[in-house]
């Protein structure tokens, strides 16, 4: 079988690559803080991420707000999303 050889070589494919990647987890990383900020409070002072939103549904209405009902629907919601509708092998 014979061999081709191109006239240019592969390393500005490679090299492109590396750098559109570093570009690709740069942004994620940035989309991460910035969900770590606003989640925290950091954002505008009058908006919607103005307050810390840790722990404001916790006490009022609580975890258990439904019930046992409840809990049995986060379950069933969580088994789809685990396993999709059409499962097959």
């Not at 990383?29 to 900020?37: E, H, M, P, R, S």
């Not at 989640?39 to 006490?59: D, F, K, M, N, Q």
């Amino acid at each position: 079988m014979r061999q081709r050889h191109f006239a240019r070589s592969d390393l500005p494919d490679a090299e492109e690559e590396f750098w559109s990647s570093v570009l690709k987890l740069s942004v994620a990383l940035l989309f991460v803080i910035a969900g770590v900020i606003f989640a925290c409070g950091g954002g505008p002072s009058s908006g919607l991420y103005s307050e810390r939103i840790g722990g404001r549904y916790w006490s009022d209405p609580g975890a258990f707000a439904n019930g046992f009902k409840g809990v049995c629907s986060v379950f069933v919601t969580a088994a789809f999303s685990v396993r999709p509708l059409d499962s097959r092998h």
